[in-house]
């Protein structure tokens, strides 16, 4: 959903405080994004039966608000979100109070049960870290507030693999040739995944996947011009033949297409269709020096894959 951006755990963790629309807390805002999300669907009686969500059901929105305290340890966070407009900064218990659009009173009665909560170093859901509390003086506290939902942020299911990134199937068994790293496979992380740890799943099995199937080459261009009797530039130099202004201006089209790269003529008529770019970039340069345009772009490593055919020689 493009109005929406992802709220960093580090919110909670810092001292966010989570209120429904009546201002109440309903859990533990430091447990993991499962229990909150479970606590905040919960909110709907359908859900709270069959611990199923109906699609069909509005999603709740919910209170996030931090002290100034708690602001201060999330800081390059809350001045992202702030300048995005999904978080305000809110002068004294009054105004939040009218932010939430909440009597001051119910406000204050939630706000003073937490602060006697972290006095005693336990709230009702089991709570028992408290950072960034707001101030007793609650009128002259600063407050960042902003509205959160529960999103779709990871899909736990998927191929089952084995250890290898094989991709199995219902029996269990290795389908040959079928492999497969990140979130398309499933049971890697159990019920629940830890933060983080889905892009360390990515390079671990990403890794295993890679190493075990040989990859063949990109381009064919290199084989292409090794038949044309093109030896590598850097390898060989003397071999290459001279190509001059007239010869380069005859290979102009995509389907005879050279390019004069840094004083050397590569064909790249079987490599325009690979580009990633897109052919034309490459077609426009045909049988012309393409040194600016190429150096705009890109690094000289990456003519490292490719031979050049000849030394250009403008005349
Ligand atoms: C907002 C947000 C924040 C996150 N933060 C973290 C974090 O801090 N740490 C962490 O570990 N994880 C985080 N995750 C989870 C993590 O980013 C993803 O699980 C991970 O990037 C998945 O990588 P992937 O390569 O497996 O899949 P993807 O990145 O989803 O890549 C799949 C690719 O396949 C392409 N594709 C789909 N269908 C086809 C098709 N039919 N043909 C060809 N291509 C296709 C897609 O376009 C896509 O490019 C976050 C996720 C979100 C949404
Ligand atoms: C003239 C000779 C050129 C050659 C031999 C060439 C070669 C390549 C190669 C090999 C890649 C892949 C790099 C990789 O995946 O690591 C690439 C990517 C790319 N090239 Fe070129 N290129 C040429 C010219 C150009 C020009 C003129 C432009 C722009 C006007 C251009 C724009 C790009 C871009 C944007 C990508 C990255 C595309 C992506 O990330 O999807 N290239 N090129």
Redesign the pocket.
């Known amino acids: 959903n493009p109005g929406k951006i992802?709220a960093g755990e580090l919110m909670r963790g810092v001292g966010g405080i989570l209120m429904n629309h009546e201002g109440e807390r309903f859990c533990n805002e430091l447990g993991t994004r499962a229990y909150v999300v479970d606590k905040m669907f919960g909110h709907d009686q359908q859900y709270a039966k069959t611990k199923t969500w109906k699609v069909d059901t509005e999603i709740p929105t919910f209170s996030l608000v931090l002290s100034a305290s708690a602001a201060e340890g999330a800081q390059k966070h809350v001045d992202h979100y702030l300048n995005k407009g999904l978080l305000t900064r809110i002068e004294g218990l009054d105004a939040l109070a009218n932010w939430m659009k909440l009597p001051v009173a119910t406000v204050k009665a939630y706000l003073l049960e937490y602060q006697r909560d972290a006095k005693k170093g336990k709230d009702a859901w089991g709570k028992v870290t408290f950072n960034g509390v707001p101030q007793k003086d609650l009128s002259s506290e600063v407050f960042y507030a902003g509205t959160v939902t529960p999103v779709l942020?990871?899909c736990m299911g998927g191929l089952t693999i084995d250890q290898d990134g094989n991709v199995l199937n219902e029996s269990k068994e290795i389908i040959p040739g079928l492999h497969a790293?990140?979130?398309?496979s499933g049971g890697v992380h159990g019920d629940n995944r830890l933060?983080?740890?889905?892009?360390?799943e990515?390079t671990v099995f990403g890794t295993i996947v890679g190493k075990k199937i040989p990859i063949k080459p990109r381009n064919s261009i290199q084989s292409n011009n090794l038949q044309q009797g093109g030896g590598g530039a850097a390898d060989k130099p003397a071999e290459l033949r001279n190509i001059s202004t007239d010869e380069l201006q005859h290979h102009n089209t995509e389907d005879d297409c050279w390019v004069v790269i840094h004083g050397l003529v590569y064909d790249l008529t079987d490599f325009v269709d690979e580009h990633p770019a897109g052919p034309e970039s490459i077609t426009e340069l045909a049988g012309k020096d393409g040194t600016e345009e190429f150096q705009a772009v890109h690094g000289e490593n990456i003519l490292e894959d490719f031979d050049p055919i000849g030394t250009f020689v403008p005349v």
């Open positions: 992802l942020h990871y790293a990140g979130e398309v933060g983080g740890n889905s892009l360390l990515c």
